[in-house]
């Protein structure tokens, strides 16, 4: 028996009006994962305690078996050990986001355009981000607060704090507050956090006047102008796969946080060229590799961060066409190349994001599972409704086990 997961970021969500009250999944054209349902079980889970704020990080961390109100630290430190970075005692940790601000005499007063820097491309955004901490006006201000940064070939750096205490730290995600101004959700809550907003009030003239920006706002695109600091963490451990499911596994994403929590796992984390976390990326290179994974390993993950994206940046077509996608270029392909052999499949969103406002939502989420031994003949489609007709599960580590029949 092999096992596949496959989630699709963020692509459950409630009515949209746009869309006559359904929601991007009632509404897409997803024959594939729709046959898939109505031979399998669909439900809904949790896949968030809520006591934890809504993300990619607590739902995946729960979703992959782990106890997140036990092993959860913050999301940066995830993402360092997709870099193969282990936190020291004392170090804290920060995405440090390329972000799109508008024009404004102070940072406070500006507003967040792009969580992404306009969805600038990689190295571009690691050209910056190097250019800053480098900068005379910015590296002794850096130096003196024990900051340091671990470039990204995306907009998602990383940054580091040697002896930092973060107790009380209060940091918003730039992705949930698009639109509004920067003043309302910088830093607070302890003294940490007053130096990471003077550091993101000195980037901006800076990233303002590097020629890249320059080149952008000729040719009509948002500056990456702006670091916002977020996601904060300490120190993760977590435990082994292969030693709680007796199995192996690999992880297929663009995203480092799936690469890290795969790494901390014990599982192998598989990169694939030209896998951009974007609606437009190398679906076949992903199929491919799961395929090849399977060859080798009891559990695949294949992660698509597409329909996350599109909602953040209110693109209702984007999600639709992601979702469509999804169904399309990696759930078809991947049955027809294991057709003939036994697997089991779980498909499902991470978590709610919201077309109404661009954020995360805690709210339980619909899953499906496969068996290709069995066809349940329910006619379910894979929709948030027929989710909440099915079996509730209250935690997301209760999905594997599921899977995995144990």
Request: one cysteine or more; a negative charge; hydrophobic letters at 40%.
């Amino acid at each position: 028996m092999k096992y596949i997961l496959v989630i699709g970021d963020g692509m459950a969500d409630n009515g949209v009006p746009a869309l006559a009250g359904m929601t991007p999944l009632e509404s897409a054209d997803i024959p594939h994962i729709d046959a898939l349902a109505s031979a399998g079980e669909v439900g809904s889970v949790r896949t968030v305690p809520e006591m934890l704020p809504p993300g990619s990080d607590t739902a995946i961390l729960s979703i992959m078996g782990c106890d997140t109100e036990k092993v959860y630290s913050g999301r940066a430190p995830l993402e360092a050990a997709a870099q193969g970075i282990m936190l020291e005692p004392g170090t804290a940790a920060f995405r440090c986001n390329n972000v799109a601000l508008s024009d404004g005499e102070t940072l406070a007063g500006r507003r967040i355009l792009s969580h992404s820097g306009g969805n600038i491309d990689g190295e571009l955004s690691k050209t910056l981000i190097e250019y800053l901490f480098s900068h005379p006006d910015f590296k002794p201000l850096a130096d003196a607060a024990g900051l340091s940064v671990a470039p990204a070939v995306s907009y998602r750096h990383l940054a580091f704090m040697k002896n930092a205490d973060i107790s009380g730290i209060e940091l918003a995600p730039p992705h949930d507050h698009l639109g509004e101004e920067a003043g309302a959700n910088l830093p607070s809550g302890c003294g940490a956090a007053a130096t990471l907003t003077r550091l993101m009030e000195a980037a901006v003239p800076i990233l303002s006047e590097h020629p890249i920006n320059k080149e952008r706002r000729a040719n009509g695109e948002l500056p990456a102008n702006g670091i916002w600091f977020w996601a904060e963490g300490t120190a993760a451990r977590l435990p082994s796969f292969s030693e709680q499911f007796g199995k192996t596994g690999a992880v297929i994403s663009a995203v480092p946080l799936c690469q890290g929590i795969a790494r901390l796992r014990g599982m192998d984390a598989v990169i694939v060229p030209g896998a951009t976390g974007e609606i437009d990326t190398n679906y076949e290179g992903k199929v491919d590799a799961a395929f090849d994974a399977l060859k080798t390993h009891d559990f695949v993950c294949v992660h698509f961060e597409a329909p996350d994206e599109c909602t953040h940046c209110h693109d209702l077509a984007g999600k639709l066409l992601a979702i469509e996608r999804l169904d399309k270029l990696i759930v078809a392909p991947l049955v027809d190349l294991m057709a003939g052999r036994d697997i089991r499949m779980l498909i499902l969103s991470d978590h709610k994001t919201l077309m109404s406002d661009g954020s995360h939502d805690g709210d339980p989420v619909p899953f499906l599972i496969y068996d290709s031994r069995v066809d349940n003949r329910t006619g379910a489609h894979y929709t948030e409704a027929d989710g909440l007709r099915g079996v509730m599960l209250e935690r997301g580590d209760e999905l594997l086990p599921r899977l995995f029949e144990q």
